[in-house]
């Protein structure tokens, strides 16, 4: 059983930083992809950044330049350090991990990021 868990959101004001974790536990094939999503109210999830076990990365238009995505594959650990938060980016921030033999996504249980203007 794959499970993740996620931690490192709150409240911070405008232009602050704030830093996620998600681990990954369980039987997880050594290729995959783990990312952060996020959802704000009354929006549709989307994509933050992704990063995979070779350490290709993809990231959001609107985060690029503020948030960094990292990962630590032997311990299926993946990080998103945000900087220079602004109010648009309050939102459940979920991980997500891809797996692709078999074809499966898991989901975390998110955690609230609120940046107060």
């Known amino acids: 059983q794959v499970q993740l868990v996620e931690s490192g959101g709150g409240l911070v004001q405008t232009g602050g930083s704030l830093r996620l974790s998600c681990a990954a536990s369980g039987s997880i094939p050594s290729f995959n992809i783990m990312g952060w999503y996020r959802q704000a109210p009354g929006k549709q999830r989307e994509l933050v950044a992704r990063i995979s076990s070779v350490g290709s990365i993809a990231y959001a238009d609107s985060v690029k330049g503020r948030f960094t995505a990292t990962r630590d594959s032997a311990k299926n650990t993946v990080f998103l350090q945000m900087s220079s938060l602004k109010p648009e980016d309050t939102a459940v921030y979920y991980c997500?991990?891809?797996?692709?033999?078999?074809?499966?996504?898991?989901w975390g249980q998110g955690t609230q990021v609120t940046v107060s203007s």
């Open positions: 997500k991990l891809e797996i692709f033999i078999p074809r499966y996504d898991y």
